[in-house]
């Protein structure tokens, strides 16, 4: 069973504020994805990183940034929350092409 | 065009029937597949993984690839309300790239 775990699991927040959204995995995984999802709508990548050090921006254009400074760890950071941001972002890590997702953290931003 | 397209639906079918959802691809060079299941508020899981051409089954479910039509598919035998969700499928080449995933099939089993 994957073990990969989002905080929080909801959060509302007022626009401008800084937020951090936390990522963890204890499978020793490499790769790890954060996707952003609309309810009801497919999955956009917006940021993904390879190991430690190593981060890329998906499809998506985001305000958000990422770092990866310890393999189980890949937090998502948005410097000033917009109404827009307001989505479900997931998190996922993967082995072998197969990707196991968090839980997800729904964002509102009000 | 899309590197994969999917049917977003939604699809609805009574309680026992065979469910039958699919994806088509256009990159030739991807050569594993997988299936995802999506519940509502909640992260994809890993339903079915294959690789290259051919059927998998795992209890009620199959996964079938065919590269020669880059077409795959995912067949629910006696389906259940449970199995009420949106699935997605998602490919990947040999190379060092993410995933790509389907839009997603939302799928109503009524009883």
């Known amino acids: 069973e994957a073990d990969i775990y989002q905080t929080p699991r909801y959060l509302v927040i007022g626009t401008g504020k800084k937020i951090t959204l936390e990522c963890s995995q204890t499978m020793g995984h490499d790769k790890m994805y954060w996707y952003q999802q609309d309810p009801g709508m497919e999955l956009h990548l917006i940021h993904y990183s390879y190991g430690v050090n190593s981060t890329e921006k998906g499809d998506l254009s985001s305000e958000s940034t990422v770092s990866r400074i310890r393999t189980e760890h890949f937090p998502l950071t948005l410097e000033s929350a917009r109404p827009s941001h307001t989505s479900q972002y997931l998190c996922?890590?993967?082995?072998?092409?197969?990707?196991?997702f968090g839980q997800g953290t729904r964002l509102t931003v009000v | 065009q899309k590197e994969v397209e999917q049917d977003p639906g939604p699809l609805s079918v009574p309680e026992g029937a065979i469910v039958s959802l699919n994806c088509t691809y256009s990159?030739?060079?991807?050569?594993?597949f997988m299936w995802y299941r999506q519940y509502s508020r909640k992260g994809p899981e890993l339903l079915m993984y294959?690789?290259?051409?051919g059927n998998k089954e795992d209890g009620r479910f199959t996964a079938q690839v065919d590269k020669s039509s880059k077409y795959i598919s995912l067949f629910i035998r006696d389906s259940q309300p449970s199995d009420s969700a949106t699935y997605l499928c998602a490919t990947s080449n040999s190379g060092n790239t993410p995933l790509v995933f389907g839009k997603g099939t939302r799928l109503s089993v009524i009883a």
């Open positions: 990159n030739s060079a991807f050569q594993y």
């Open positions: 294959t690789y290259s051409s």
């Open positions: 996922a890590s993967s082995e072998s092409r197969r990707a196991f």
